[in-house]
């Protein structure tokens, strides 16, 4: 017997409509006793009077009933479709209360889902990710993982596995004496191989999957009075950053979202590369250099009416990246140089000029990087590092498989747990407690 919860499903504050859900053994008699008899058809909505416990009408609205395990938890389920009042939600939700269901934690709805086999957890995650997506290419990602995509692989990669071990445990309970090494290096060694390259392609994806979760990376970088705050406030389209003609006026990193053919990209303006005056100013040139550092993209300012590149500039910059040649309404002193190996673009940031044709580079280069492959793409630190994990047991496997059999059973064992966890085969408790944490209360 579970407990019986409730939880706002729509979004809160003053709506038109609000949703109240209902999951557990109690569902179908806290149903009868607010919207009386009979008993919605299962999946058919039933405009119904809503009661508290004296028969006064709470308000009136649709119910739905979801009988187990035909639901959404594997449960029995129920909705109420009600005005979305900040008074009537409290009224249901006390009604729903005194007759013994309690408000749901934040993912218990999807945790139950999970445990009653509706769905995996990279299932689950994906739906998450759906439910915070704000652009079309996380929409996209999440939906394919919400549908299986990453479940149909990693599956696929367990039954093979699976295959593998049984030839490498039947070998060694059931040996031709000598040749056991020999015969194993035939059965098992070709398809171990196979599998770990399949694992290494998967991991080396420029960590694309989690770019489309969560944003592209782009710092720009450059001396003091470059133009990088004026750039970034012209990428913004809005004053995001302070502009001044005062050298070191961002002593910070300053960022700002935006959306690139259809994929979420964070913007970073950092402080001026030069040697600094204060510790104030010593603090911002790091973080400078640290964002650098961990950016997808950097994008390196100069102002074209010096004589030389800034050699602090180019010693951070790469050959990937992109110069930007600025305030050409100055007059040009500084010429662009093939010798670089960057892309560079003329512009002045300040009226405009220029700009489109970066934006549009941007644009192309951030599509190109993070659009849909053939494979489904790794979204979340946990996917990587169980991947990863099952690729050091695979390839310690195959070291293994030539001269200690048992322990390459082992391995190829490990790999397999390892892969497991990734779906929620295995019940790791702190795993699943950080997984659904992350919901929003109702889901």
């Known amino acids: 017997m579970t407990e019986t919860i409730f939880a706002l499903a729509s979004g809160p504050g003053r709506a038109g409509v609000a949703v109240i ?31 508290n416990d004296r028969g006064d009408v709470i308000d009136q609205g649709l119910a739905l009933w979801f009988e187990g395990p035909a639901s959404f938890t594997g449960e029995d389920c129920a909705e109420f ?18 007759l013994g269901a309690r408000p749901a934690e934040a993912g218990e709805f999807t945790r139950r889902a999970f445990q009653n086999g509706k769905m995996d957890l990279t299932e689950a995650e994906g739906l998450a990710d759906l439910i915070d997506a704000e652009t079309e290419g996380q929409r996209e990602q999440a939906l394919s993982q919400m549908t299986g995509a990453l479940r149909s692989l990693y599956e696929d990669w ?16 059931f040996p031709d004496e000598e040749d056991v090494p020999d015969t194993l290096s035939d059965t098992a060694g070709p398809p171990l191989a196979a599998l770990s390259q399949a694992l290494a392609q998967h991991l080396d994806d420029g960590r694309r999957g989690e770019r489309v979760r969560d944003g592209f990376s782009i710092a720009l970088i450059g001396e003091p009075n470059a133009g990088k705050s004026t750039l970034l406030n012209a990428l913004a389209r809005r004053d995001a950053a302070i502009v001044t003609d005062i050298p070191g006026t961002t002593r910070d990193v300053v960022e700002v979202r935006l959306v690139l053919g259809g994929f979420p990209v964070i913007i970073a303006d950092t402080a001026g590369l030069r040697e600094a005056a204060d510790q104030v100013e010593v603090e911002g040139v790091k973080r400078a250099l640290a964002r650098a550092e961990s950016a997808d993209l950097r994008l390196g300012v100069v102002d074209v009416s010096r004589e030389t590149f800034p050699d602090k500039l180019l010693e951070t910059l790469r050959s990937n990246d992109a110069l930007i040649l600025n305030k050409m309404d100055q007059g040009q002193t500084l010429h662009p140089s093939d010798e670089l190996g960057m892309t560079q673009f003329k512009l002045c940031a300040k009226s405009g000029e220029g700009l489109p044709a970066l934006e549009g580079w941007l644009e192309r280069l951030v599509v190109e990087r993070l659009s849909r492959r053939e494979a489904p793409a790794l979204s979340r630190a946990r996917h990587r590092q169980a991947v990863e994990r099952a690729l050091e047991h695979l390839n310690a496997a195959q070291r293994q498989l030539s001269r200690a059999p048992e322990l390459a059973a082992s391995d190829v064992h490990l790999a397999i747990r390892a892969l497991e966890s990734l779906t929620g085969r295995i019940d790791v408790e702190d795993v699943l407690d950080r997984v659904f944490s992350q919901f929003c209360i109702g889901k």
């Open 21 to 51: 859900r209902l999951s557990g053994t109690r569902t179908g008699e806290i149903l009868d006793a607010v919207a009386g008899m009979p008993r919605p058809k299962p999946r058919l909505a039933a405009l119904r009077a809503f009661k």
């Open 158 to 173: 367990r039954e093979q596995l699976i295959s593998v071990l049984a030839a490498i445990e039947g070998e060694v309970d």
């Open 81 to 98: 479709h009600v005005h979305g009042g900040a008074a009537v939600i409290e009224a249901l939700a006390g009604r729903l209360t005194a």
